[in-house]
């Protein structure tokens, strides 16, 4: 990523033409921009998580901030040693390095907005997830793009702790 951010032509993405994965067997994201398409300013994607969902493990970005924003149904959120509870319509940042991890509340479905700005180069991951949901690459690979994606895995006994609550 460049230092400068570059001028960036607006960017509309259609409902119906909006490339959907399924990084997991109750999840599916749907990708909006990434960051070559807004001149690096930010990378957007809609995530849909089905009851259930393990959601997103523990991780971390040196680069980013990353937003969420509920548009339906209830999310919890790790943020560093705390767990928030989000409800449709809220709203919640994190700062780069800061341990985070997502799912949606037991009983519940969630669907987010998710951005990072600035914009990361994430679309190829999101792909990479979806190649290990099928079986057609291996969760070393995605230990292997830590750097390359900015997305650094870590423990956190907290969030083990409320996945178990389920």
Same mark, same amino acid.
């Given at each position: 990523?460049?230092?400068?951010?570059?001028?960036?032509?607006?960017?509309?993405?259609?409902?119906? %033409?909006?490339?959907?994965?399924?990084?997991?067997?109750?999840?599916?994201?749907?990708?909006?921009?990434?960051?070559?398409?807004?001149?690096?300013?930010?990378?957007?994607?809609?995530?849909?998580?089905?009851?259930?969902?393990?959601?997103?493990?523990?991780?971390?970005?040196?680069?980013?901030?990353?937003?969420?924003?509920?548009?339906?149904?209830?999310?919890?959120?790790?943020?560093?040693?705390?767990?928030? &509870?989000?409800?449709?319509?809220?709203?919640?940042?994190?700062?780069?390095?800061?341990? &985070?991890?997502?799912?949606?509340?037991?009983?519940?479905?969630?669907?987010?907005?998710?951005?990072?700005?600035?914009?990361? &180069?994430?679309?190829?991951?999101?792909? @990479? @997830?979806?190649?290990? &949901?099928?079986?057609?690459?291996?969760?070393?690979?995605?230990?292997?793009?830590?750097? @390359?994606?900015?997305?650094?895995?870590?423990?956190?006994?907290?969030?083990?702790?409320?996945?178990? %609550?389920?």
């Amino acid at each position: 990523m460049s230092s400068t951010l570059r001028p960036a032509a607006p960017v509309l993405v259609r409902a119906d %033409e909006a490339e959907t994965l399924q990084d997991g067997a109750l999840s599916l994201i749907t990708l909006l921009a990434d960051a070559g398409a807004t001149g690096e300013a930010l990378t957007a994607n809609r995530a849909t998580l089905s009851k259930g969902s393990p959601g997103a493990p523990a991780h971390f970005h040196t680069k980013a901030t990353e937003l969420f924003y509920v548009l339906d149904g209830r999310l919890r959120v790790l943020v560093g040693d705390e767990v928030h &509870h989000l409800n449709q319509g809220d709203f919640l940042t994190v700062p780069p390095t800061v341990p &985070h991890a997502f799912a949606p509340a037991p009983d519940s479905t969630a669907e987010l907005l998710v951005l990072f700005t600035p914009g990361l &180069h994430r679309f190829d991951y999101y792909r @990479l @997830l979806e190649r290990v &949901h099928r079986g057609e690459a291996s969760v070393q690979e995605i230990r292997d793009s830590s750097e @390359l994606y900015d997305n650094h895995y870590v423990e956190s006994p907290v969030w083990q702790a409320e996945l178990a %609550e389920r």
